[in-house]
């Protein structure tokens, strides 16, 4: 196993840990198509939800976690990040556990635009 699937799998583990201690309710990991199937599997067997965007460049996207947030983001019916309007975007920005404040920045700095 290479080094760099070793981390990505490990920054997986490590978000899982959290989802089970409650420390998190959304996860975010964007990682090598290869490790999928993997991530799937364990995802199933922890019972959370999950939603995989493929990316152009032969990664992907998994969204995991506790099914109201997960719920959340299937009602925006997004294909791509890049497809959010700026009120998607701080919504998942404030589901993933990011700084609120700066959320706040981002969807002040898009709306501008």
């Known amino acids: 196993m290479s080094s760099e699937k070793r981390n990505e799998l490990s920054v997986f ?3 899982l840990y959290e989802l089970n201690k409650g420390l ?3 996860a975010l ?3 090598s198509l290869e490790n999928r199937d993997l991530i799937e599997e364990r995802l199933e067997k922890c019972g959370y939800e999950c939603i995989i965007e493929e990316l152009k460049s032969g990664y992907i996207n998994v969204f995991f976690g506790i099914k109201e947030p997960i719920d959340v983001l299937k009602k925006f019916k997004k294909n791509s990040l890049k497809d959010f309007t700026p009120e998607e975007d701080f919504i998942l920005g404030i589901l993933l556990g990011y700084n609120t404040n700066q959320q706040c920045k981002r969807y002040l700095t898009r709306k501008a635009s």
């Open 29 to 31: 990991l964007t990682t």
């Open 24 to 26: 998190r309710s959304l």
């Open 13 to 15: 583990f490590h978000m």
